[in-house]
């Protein structure tokens, strides 16, 4: 099943960023898009990357709003 949302995830749009003000501030966001959506693409920006790398922040972020990581590519996530 995963290398199907592999395959969708390649095509969509990324909808949610992280930037300076942290995790904190995209949790309710990225919930409520995986309320409505199957996937939803987001970008880990240079500010919110800080020493952290981008699969730790979406292993991170994916922890708090109950979701599975299906893909980290560069600087992006995509999260079921």
């Known amino acids: ?38 996937l939803v693409k987001t970008k880990f920006l240079r500010s919110a990357r800080g020493t952290d790398d981008t699969e730790e922040l979406a292993a991170d972020l994916a922890e708090r709003v109950d979701a599975e990581v299906i893909e980290t590519r560069g600087h992006t996530a995509v999260f079921h």
């Open 1 to 38: 099943m995963s290398e199907e949302f592999r395959k969708q995830a390649h095509d969509l749009d990324v909808t949610v960023w992280v930037g300076k003000k942290g995790l904190d501030a995209v949790v309710d966001e990225l919930s409520d898009q995986l309320d409505s959506e199957e």
